[in-house]
C-alpha cells in the first residue's frame, strides 16, 4: 500500500493500527463501523476547526423558504488551505487504498461535488431520524459504500444530545444500539447499505451554551459494482419518524417535559406527511406538464372511456 503523502493530515496511530482497525471494523454491530479518536494530526484538525464557515454562508434555508436550523455547504474547496488539502487527500490513492484496508471494500471513489456532503452544522433543538442513505450517487451510476464523518466540536457533553446512532431496526425498538457523542477530532466510518439505519437525537444546550452548535466534516465513497445480494433498487434516504419514548407508558403523569416532547414529535411527523403530499403534488405536476404529459393524458383518458 502507498504510503500517505508528508505532511500528513492523518494521525500517525491510524495508518499503524490499520490491521486491528479492520478488524473491529468487520466485528461491529449493528452493522460494520469503527470509531477513531485523533483521527486527523491535531494541528490539522484545529485548522479545519479554524477556517470551519459561518453558519449564513451554507445552505441554511428550509424547503419552506425560510432559515432553519441546519447548514450545509458541499464546495470545501472554497473554505480555505486546510479543505484544500482534505479534498486532495481523500481523493488520493494512499487515502482509498487505506479506507480499503480498514472496510474491506475495494475500489473506492471519491465524490468530486460532495453531493449531500461537506461540512454540516444543526443549533441546538434538531435532530436527525433515524434512516438508511440514498444507496446510488445522484448523477452517476455508483453504489454508495462508506460514509466517513468526522467531528469539530471541543468539550462536548452528551448530555447535551447530538450523539450520532446506530440502529438495528429503528421500526422495532426506538433504543439505539450504538451512541457516540459527537467530540473533537473523532471519525466514524460506517458501511451505508440497505440496513445501517442512523442519525442522531436531539440537541438540547443548556442556556449557558447556547452560542455553541453541532459541527461535523461528512465525506462519501462509492464503487462501480458491489455484490449482487446487496443491490436493491434506487431509491432517495428513507427516514423513519422516531417513536415514543419507552417512559411514555400506562400509569404515568405526564409532566412538561414529557408534553413538550409528544408535541414535538407530532409536530416532526406531521411536517413529514406534508412534505410527502408536496412532493406527491410536484411529481404529479411535473408529469402533467410538456409533450409526454399531455401523452398521458391521453392515454389515461382513452383507457378510461374504453373501459366504459
Known amino acids: 500500500m502507498h504510503k500517505l503523502t508528508a505532511p500528513s493530515i492523518l494521525s500517525p496511530k491510524v495508518i499503524a493500527n490499520s490491521d486491528s482497525l479492520a478488524q473491529r471494523f468487520n466485528l461491529a454491530a449493528p452493522f460494520p463501523h469503527i470509531v477513531m479518536d485523533d483521527f486527523f494530526a491535531q494541528e490539522f484538525a484545529e485548522r479545519l476547526s479554524t477556517e470551519f464557515p459561518a453558519f449564513e454562508r451554507g445552505n441554511h434555508v428550509g424547503d419552506n423558504g425560510l432559515p432553519g436550523g441546519k447548514s450545509t455547504l458541499e464546495k470545501i474547496r472554497d473554505l480555505g488551505p486546510a479543505y484544500r488539502q482534505l479534498d486532495e487527500t481523500i481523493k488520493s490513492p494512499a487515502f482509498l487504498e487505506l479506507l480499503s484496508k480498514i472496510t474491506g471494500i475495494g475500489g473506492l471513489l471519491y465524490d468530486p461535488w460532495y453531493l449531500g456532503g461537506g461540512t454540516h452544522e444543526n443549533h441546538t433543538g434538531m435532530s436527525l431520524d433515524p434512516h438508511v442513505d440514498f444507496n446510488y450517487h445522484p448523477s452517476e451510476r455508483w453504489h454508495r459504500r462508506l460514509n466517513l464523518l468526522v467531528y469539530l466540536n471541543r468539550d462536548w457533553d452528551e448530555h447535551w444530545g447530538g450523539c450520532f446512532e446506530l440502529f438495528s431496526d429503528p421500526h422495532a425498538s426506538p433504543q439505539p444500539e450504538v451512541s457516540i457523542p459527537p467530540a473533537f477530532n473523532r471519525c466514524v466510518i460506517f458501511e451505508t447499505s440497505e440496513r445501517s439505519w442512523h442519525g442522531f437525537n436531539a440537541i438540547q444546550l443548556p442556556a449557558d451554551q447556547a452560542n455553541r452548535s453541532r459541527r461535523s466534516i461528512a465525506l462519501y465513497f462509492y464503487t462501480r459494482d458491489r455484490p449482487q445480494d446487496e443491490i436493491a433498487d434506487r431509491h432517495t434516504t428513507l427516514y ?67 373501459r366504459r
Not at 415514543?244 to 411527523?269: K, N
Not at 411535473?286 to 374504453?306: P, S
Open 240 to 306: 423513519v419518524k422516531r417513536q415514543l419514548p419507552e417512559r411514555i407508558a400506562a400509569g404515568r403523569v405526564l409532566d412538561g417535559a414529557d408534553v413538550s416532547e409528544l408535541q414535538s414529535l407530532i409536530r416532526q411527523r406531521d411536517d413529514h406527511i406534508r412534505s410527502l403530499y408536496a412532493e406527491n403534488t410536484a411529481l404529479r405536476k411535473a408529469q402533467d406538464q410538456g409533450l409526454t404529459g399531455h401523452l398521458l393524458y391521453l392515454a389515461k383518458r382513452a383507457f378510461v372511456r374504453f
